[in-house]
Nanobody, 125 residues
Framework: QVQLVESGGGLVQAGGSLRLSCAAS????????MGWFRQAPGKEREFVTA????????YYADDVKGRFTASRDNAKNTVYLRMNSLKPEDTAVYYC??????????????????WGQGTQVTVSS
């Protein structure tokens, strides 16, 4: 099993920045890809970004490209999501996820084996 714990959410004004963290524990050696998803009120959960184990490949949803950056520190078993130029429409609960298999492109939108509990991000206008 793998446990994921997100942190770093909060309230920020439009145009501001936040950095989310996701700490993994347990059988972390089994993880290949880490992802971030979000779910706004009344909407389905959607893909935000994915990063492979080495950090050499990242994939982003179109509406966050150029504003969000995923990174990881394997020594700390932690992945990060740096969010800049935040917009009110970025308001959502953000979830960290992990999958054992590799993926690329749209293949990273699903197939995750483990999920965190989520952290709230609220962007005020």
């Amino acid at each position: 099993q793998v446990q994921l714990v997100e942190s770093g959410g909060g309230l920020v004004q439009a145009g501001g920045s936040l950095r989310l963290s996701c700490a993994a524990s347990g059988r972390t050696f089994s993880i290949n890809t880490m992802g971030w998803f979000r779910q706004a009120p009344g909407k389905e959960r959607e893909f935000v970004t994915a990063i492979n184990w080495s950090g050499t490949r990242t994939y982003y949803a179109d509406d966050v490209k150029g504003r969000f950056t995923a990174s990881r520190d394997n020594a700390k078993n932690t992945v990060y999501l740096r969010m800049n130029s935040l917009k009110p429409e970025d308001t959502a609960v953000y979830y960290c996820a992990a999958r054992q298999g590799d993926c690329s492109g749209s293949g990273c939108y699903a197939g995750y084996d483990y999920w965190g509990q989520g952290t709230q991000v609220t962007v005020s206008s």
